[in-house]
Antibody
Framework: EVQLVESGGGLVQPGRSMKLSCAAS????????MAWVCQAPKKGLEWVAT????????YYRDSVKGRFTISRDNAKSTLYLQMDSLRSEDTATYYC???????WGQGVMVTVSS | DIQMTQSPSSLPASLGERVTISCRAS??????LNWYQQKPDGTIKPLIY???NLQSGVPSRFSGSGSGTDYSLTISSLEPEDFAMYYC?????????FGGGTKLELK
């Protein structure tokens, strides 16, 4: 079964850091570009970042450039999102997804609040 | 950045009804348009890729069409499980962008 399982969310204070993980299974992880997509409470979907299959290329939405880092460990079939200098507006459910959109995780909630 | 304008934002409809959701891009996206369904529990399901191609396992009552800047998703006869949120997304260029969403609700 193709599966993506996110972890690492929770409550964090503004200005602090948090790292999300996404464990992939059921497909050849290192063949696919991967992405993070977020959804603020009661809002729509927003693309956050994409990483190429081999990690050589990364792309970010403007609001997270310089603060968030997408990375991957193909040996562990795991995708990461390092989030630094967190702001209240980063509060959202974060979804891990294959860049082709075929597979999505269940999402993990990140709340940035003092 | 390519802006995606989705309409309507809310669509009341009845079982068995045919409905269409529209998505307009701020510039041409060469059919690089996908559709997703999101259920109230947050689960996201891919429906259509590259404008009109059904993802595996998606019922044939779903169809997509369009070109240039204008695209649409049609459900030919609504079933109970179709009442959900729907989003379009362009993957013609970065940053990827989604439409604002359409809530398909039971009339």
């Amino acid at each position: 079964e193709v599966q993506l399982v996110e972890s690492g969310g929770g409550l964090v204070q503004p200005g602090r850091s948090m790292k999300l993980s996404c464990a992939a299974s059921g497909f050849t992880f290192n063949n696919y570009d991967m992405a993070w997509v977020c959804q603020a409470p009661k809002k729509g979907l927003e693309w956050v970042a994409t990483i190429s299959y081999d990690g050589s290329s990364t792309y970010y939405r403007d609001s997270v450039k310089g603060r968030f880092t997408i990375s991957r460990d193909n040996a562990k079939s795991t995708l990461y999102l390092q989030m630094d200098s967190l702001r209240s507006e980063d509060t959202a459910t974060y979804y891990c997804a294959r860049e082709d959109g075929i597979t999505w995780g269940q999402g993990v909630m990140v709340t940035v609040s003092s | 950045d390519i802006q995606m304008t989705q309409s309507p934002s809310s669509l009341p409809a009845s079982l068995g009804e045919r409905v269409t959701i529209s998505c307009r891009a701020s510039q041409g996206i060469s059919n690089n348009l996908n559709w997703y369904q999101q259920k109230p529990d947050g689960t996201i399901k891919p429906l259509i890729y590259y404008t009109s191609n059904l993802q595996s396992g998606v019922p044939s009552r779903f169809s997509g069409s369009g070109s240039g800047t204008d695209y649409s998703l049609t459900i030919s006869s609504l079933e109970p499980e179709d009442f959900a949120m729907y989003y379009c997304q362009q993957d013609a260029s970065f940053p990827r962008t989604f439409g604002g969403g359409t809530k398909l609700e039971l009339k």
